[in-house]
């Protein structure tokens, strides 16, 4: 069974820095493209950025390009995503999404239960 | 990036049919698949279709997907109370910034 978990979520001052991870287990995770997606309270889904399976190809949102950074870790079966520079319309729950096939194809077949991050002074 | 565009409400009787439409462009849904998820009250996305009209193993045929040029569309029949839900598109886009994007979301009432 696939199984994502997430973590590193919490309140942060803006301008601030998080590093959220994601934990994956159940399925050959070197194999697949993941992604992160947010959700802003009471908000619809926004895409946040994607990196393959090898971690040699990545993309961002403009709403988080130059601050945000996506990598992975094989060995760990561990997906990151660092964020600096946050800002208040940074808040939102945070998941974390597996590709149903590679390299990219934005078919999310798994989601985490997601990692909620607030921005706020 | 772009925008995907739903309807913010459709809603029916039970065992009536729905559809939600998904309007993009040429960059977005008129150069890649779409595909389609549900999202009950506090929890995490669901994929129902993947590549325009596929079903993963598990999602009823009471689900069905259709693509036409920059548009596509996700139909419920049969509607049933657990299908109270918000649904979501996806699709690439390949315009000026690359990446990934969602529709702006359909909440699904069942009267």
């Known amino acids: 069974e696939v199984q994502l978990l997430e973590s590193g979520g919490g309140l942060v001052q803006p301008g601030g820095s998080l590093r959220l991870s994601c934990v994956a287990s159940?399925?050959?995770?070197?194999?697949?493209?993941m992604s992160w997606v947010r959700q802003a309270p009471g908000k619809g889904l926004e895409w946040v950025s994607v990196?393959?399976?090898?971690?040699?190809?990545?993309y961002y949102a403009d709403s988080v390009k130059g601050r945000f950074t996506i990598t992975r870790d094989n060995s760990k079966n561990t997906l990151y995503l660092q964020m600096n520079s946050l800002r208040g319309d940074d808040t939102a729950v945070y998941y974390c999404?597996?590709?149903?096939?590679?390299?990219?194809?934005?078919?999310?077949?798994?989601w985490g239960q997601g990692t909620l991050v607030t921005v706020s002074s | 990036q772009s925008v995907l565009t739903q309807p913010p409400s459709v809603s029916a009787a039970p065992g009536q049919k729905v559809t939600i439409s998904c309007s993009g462009s040429g960059s977005n849904i008129g150069s890649h698949y779409v595909s389609w998820y549900q999202q009950l009250p506090g929890t995490a996305p669901k994929l129902l279709i993947y590549e325009d009209n596929k079903r993963p193993s598990g999602i009823p045929d009471r689900f069905s997907g259709s693509k036409s040029g920059s548009s596509a569309t996700l139909g419920i029949t049969g509607l049933q109370t657990g299908d109270e839900a918000d649904y979501y598109c996806g699709t690439w886009d390949n315009s000026l910034s690359a990446g990934g994007m969602f529709g702006t979301g359909t909440k699904v009432t069942v009267l």
């Open positions: 999404a597996k590709d149903r096939l590679p390299p990219i194809r934005y078919n999310f077949d798994s």
């Open positions: 990196i393959t399976g090898s971690g040699g190809t990545t």
């Open positions: 159940g399925f050959t995770f070197s194999t697949y493209a």
